[in-house]
């Protein structure tokens, strides 16, 4: 039995998804609600659905799992309730590392490249543990990633009782299916195509940077299939262990991606630039690009989808048909 906390958002239900065609069974640790969350479960309904709030019971008499894919999170870069955000992404993560590590159960999570804050070189974005000490996010939810990878490290230097296997990743800017429920956090990707197949152009931000033009903000954009393809690589290593970055490796403009989207969708390239709300100027990361050699290191030797193929398919077989989702 596998359990994955946040299994009906975004990456957690396509890996979900994924799991299910391995024919393992599931435990999915979500809410909800009463919106749409629940149709990124309507082709793979888990075995069993609990809330966040029936865990800790739940954990009293759970047997045989063999896994914890800990994905569930506040996950809004906008986050300011400090307290929910400790409490949900520091507290209940430190709580299932303990729980893993006392019943010898592998614990793979969910870490966040938004730890890395204003870095803007390559080199800044190296994922080894002595670097990732001095990391300064940007915002409450870069922080409570931050705390919690220092946390994983500091509990191995100090000798605790740890996981069998335990692994981070700080995801870069992952987009795809089943997304459709994040409201403002949803990708840009996403965003795009809505405004272009209405007949729009593509609005991106005015750069908030003298140094960087308009529209030639970089991020590495990972497909959400990626993704999936790594976490179940790590469950299928169990002796790798450590924090590792999840992205392509290569940094793309907003413009590229603008591009991308409009080919993808059959629209002419049309792109207009809006100012950046001011709630995002200073909070704003300008150049994101994961470094993969530590990930490569470890065994992992796949190559990335690219952004113009992962938009593609993103249209082609989700958004632009009359069921989009996983």
Same mark, same amino acid.
């Given at each position: ?247 392509? *490796?290569?940094?793309? @403009? %907003? ?8 080919? /993808? =969708? $059959?629209?002419? #390239? ?11 100027? *200073?909070?704003?990361? @300008? %150049? ?8 490569? /290191? =470890? $065994?992992?030797? #796949? ?24």
């Amino acid at each position: 039995m596998i359990i994955v906390t946040g299994g009906a958002g975004f990456i957690g239900s396509c890996l979900h998804a994924a799991l299910k065609a391995r024919g393992e069974r599931t435990v999915i640790v979500d809410r909800l609600r009463d919106g749409s969350k629940w149709r990124n479960l309507r082709h793979h309904a888990p075995d069993v659905l609990v809330s966040p709030d029936e865990l800790p019971v739940f954990l009293e008499s759970a047997r045989d799992v063999s896994a914890v894919f800990h994905l569930g999170a506040i996950s809004a870069t906008t986050a300011r309730d400090g307290d929910l955000v400790w409490s949900t992404n520091v507290a209940l993560s430190d709580r299932l590392r303990g729980w893993c590590a006392q019943n010898g159960t592998r614990f793979i999570y969910a870490s966040s490249a938004a730890t890395y804050g204003a870095a803007d070189r390559p080199e800044q974005f190296t994922d080894a543990p002595d670097a990732i000490e001095a990391l300064a996010p940007l915002n409450l939810y870069g922080w409570s990633k931050q705390v919690f990878d220092r946390k994983m490290l500091a509990a191995q230097a100090a000798g605790e009782a740890m996981p069998p296997q335990w692994a981070g990743l700080k995801f870069f800017n992952v987009y795809g299916p089943n997304e459709y429920h994040k409201g403002g956090m949803i990708s840009v990707v996403k965003v795009k195509y809505d405004e272009v197949a209405r007949g729009a152009a593509a609005r991106l931000f005015r750069s908030d940077r003298s140094d960087i033009a308009d529209g030639e903000q970089k991020r590495d954009f990972i497909w959400v299939g990626d993704v999936v393809d790594v976490l179940l690589w790590l469950y299928d290593h169990p002796e790798v262990s450590g924090i590792y970055n999840c992205g392509t *490796g290569v940094a793309r @403009s %907003y413009v590229d991606l603008a591009h991308a989207v409009c080919d /993808a =969708a $059959g629209q002419p #390239r049309d792109i207009a630039f809006v100012d950046m709300p001011e709630a995002l100027r *200073g909070q704003y990361q @300008s %150049y994101t690009c994961a470094d993969l050699t530590r990930l490569r /290191a =470890a $065994g992992y030797d #796949r190559p990335f989808t690219s952004l113009e193929e992962g938009i593609t398919r993103y249209v082609r077989d989700h958004l632009a048909t009359p069921d989009p989702y996983l």
